[in-house]
């Protein structure tokens, strides 16, 4: 989910396959990922996270931006070759244009008291979900340990520019908070899917005071306040946040598995959701909910993957046999 370089390929076009290949049409600032990748109409949205900090000038802040009435059949972008257009957003596709900057309301991870613990630079996952002609509610994940999820409202002017007009960070604190939001998606009912990575070979590591992260999990105890120290196994789902126009209410969703999460796209069927696990050498998951639209119950399937013979990786394919795991409900598992 994270790049440096936008390249378009014939994937995101509507015409015929591109003969010579993808073509750069997008770059970030110095130190930048590209990150949030979201259409929405004849805009897409997308963020540049943790650029350098010393380019002098907006782009050495985080940004949640989006490129409106984007032009799929952009020409290439030529090289950069000038130390100035590599401190900005230089792209083919259209104007960028910023929506929330890191240090605004949004980008302010807090504890449950209200205290501010920390200004995040990572933002990654968008996701928009209308409410009515040219207006509605932009999602984004704030990847930090604890992490965060903002709701801005949008609105959208003919010529495609965009206003704020409010954000909030949504309340994680009824969950014991949240950890990691890497990237996401949005259901077919309409709502955010957000991802917790949760990176630990052992959780006994939680516990344990020489590990080399543990200033994270004090962290995430100064969010949940009066001497708590979070429980590991809280951590590490897929949160669905419902309601997104109104109450935004966050539900772990424990039966579709605890680890480090990179995504889950449900498919049309709104049963079907196939999940990734962020890492080297972990596993591509599907789950099966028992009732279409509801996620707090099903199966779990791990892909067992086998190689076919040949010598080309580009002709070569492969097979998959799912594993099941088990079968289980939130509440269940919660207990």
Known sequence: ???????????????PVLADG????????LG?????????????????????SDLGNEFAKAVVGVISNVNWSADALEPLTEDADKKVVKTTLGDYQILL???DEGSIIRSRAGEDLLVSNDPDFNGYIPTGENEGFLFTNWENRPGGMSRAKLTRAEDGMWSVEDTMMVDFSTVGGT??????????WGTPLTSEELYFDDTADWNNPEYKYIDDNKMLASYLGEDAYPNPYDYGYIVEVTDPAESATPVKMFAMGRFSHENAVVMPDQKTAYLSDDGTDVVFYKFI????????AGT????????????DPAETGFG????????????EIEA
């Open 1 to 15: 989910t994270t790049l440096s370089t936008l390249l378009l390929g014939s994937t995101v076009l509507a015409g």
């Open 22 to 29: 993808p073509k750069m049409v997008l770059t970030a600032p």
């Open 32 to 52: 930048a990922e590209i990150t949030g990748l979201y259409e929405s109409g004849d805009d897409l949205f997308l963020n540049m996270q943790h650029p350098d």
């Open 101 to 103: 900057s890191e240090g």
């Open 179 to 188: 950890w990691v939001n890497c990237f996401g998606t949005v259901s077919p």
């Open 289 to 296: 909910a028992d009732t279409a639209g509801d996620l707090t």
């Open 300 to 311: 779990l399937y791990a892909a067992k993957v086998t190689q076919d013979e040949g010598d």
């Open 320 to 331: 998959i046999e799912w594993v099941e795991l088990a079968h289980g409900s939130n509440d």
